[in-house]
């Protein structure tokens, strides 16, 4: 991606937060790097203005506000905008436009390079997660004998403490 966006024009690339196949977080990030210019992520409302952008994101408990230079790579956060539907007209025009399509070769990239064969990032297994125990209640007269029988479950069974 990097390579196609690299003899482009650009000020703001826009990228979706996450992917749908491993949820990874890794193309926006990988894109950015590679073309050298910031990144901000889950943006939920930005502002360009002068040669800069202003990008507030979600962050624990609240939001951040992020000041760059342009150009610059966003990832969006769900509710930044409400989507446009395309017209029946727009469509039709759509269908028509050329697609430009172009090979690894054409992008200047080594064809011996890339691929699922040369993967900087490699999945040794993928398992589900482990059963879950059953929830154990702890019974007793007083929050005191509660608190007493927790920590010898803590302690004695589960190893915790």
């Known amino acids: 991606l990097s390579a196609a ?3 482009l024009p ?3 690339i826009i990228g979706g937060m996450r992917a749908v ?3 990874k977080y890794q193309v926006a990030s990988a894109v950015a790097e590679y073309l050298g210019i910031p990144q901000i992520t889950q943006v939920i409302k930005e502002e360009v203005t002068d040669g800069k952008i202003t ?3 979600v ?3 609240g939001t951040l506000v992020t000041e760059a230079s342009l150009p610059v790579l966003f ?3 769900r509710g930044l905008n409400e989507p446009r539907y395309a017209s029946l007209p727009g469509i039709m025009k759509a269908k028509k436009k050329p697609v ?3 090979t690894v070769a054409d992008l200047g990239v080594d064809a011996a390079a890339v691929g699922a064969a040369n993967r900087k990032v ?3 297994a993928l398992n589900f997660p482990p059963e879950r125990q059953a929830v154990k209640i702890i019974e007793a007269e007083s929050a005191r004998e509660k608190a007493a029988e927790l920590v010898r479950v803590l302690h004695e069974e589960s190893k915790i403490i």
Do not use: F, H, N, P
């Open 75 to 77: 990832t969006a956060q």
């Open 21 to 23: 196949d491993e949820d």
């Open 55 to 57: 990008c507030e994101s």
């Open 59 to 61: 962050i624990e408990g």
């Open 10 to 12: 650009y000020d703001l």
């Open 5 to 7: 966006l690299r003899d």
């Open 100 to 102: 430009e399509v172009k």
């Open 122 to 124: 490699k999945i040794k």
